[in-house]
């Protein structure tokens, strides 16, 4: 049986954002947010509480999941975290979704007209 994504969909900017930082490889939680802020440039930035609390929830979804550390020199204080098959699916979804969106928005900003002052 089928799972319906939908019920995931729209993504919390939150949950967006750690999905596509796990989409390249796993990562622990200062990892994630490393990449959170480089892949936005620095504009977009968590701090550990809403990371952690967002990392769980998406645990409890069954969109992503903990996992060993990648060597064994790593620190085995730190959690790795994976993107799973639903959670690859979900984000697939949701970038689907936001393309559809921006083109949405593209076609109304050239419909309209310059407004005089």
């Keep these: 049986m089928k799972q319906d994504m939908s019920q995931f969909l729209p993504l919390s900017p939150v949950s967006l954002h750690i999905l596509l930082a796990l989409a390249r490889d796993d990562l622990h939680g200062y990892g994630i947010m490393q990449e959170i802020a480089r892949q936005s440039e620095g504009q977009y930035k968590l701090g550990p509480g809403t ?9 409890l979804q069954g969109l992503i999941e903990e996992t060993a550390p990648r060597s064994s020199t790593s620190d ?4 790795y975290y994976r993107l799973k098959g639903l959670g690859r699916n979900v984000l697939s979804m949701e970038v689907e979704r936001l393309e559809g969106v921006l083109r ?3 076609s ?7 407004r005089r002052t």
């Design 76 to 79: 085995p204080r730190r959690r």
């Design 104 to 106: 949405e928005a593209r």
């Design 108 to 114: 109304h900003l050239r419909a309209l007209k310059p």
């Design 51 to 59: 990371l952690y609390d967002n990392l769980k929830k998406l645990m």
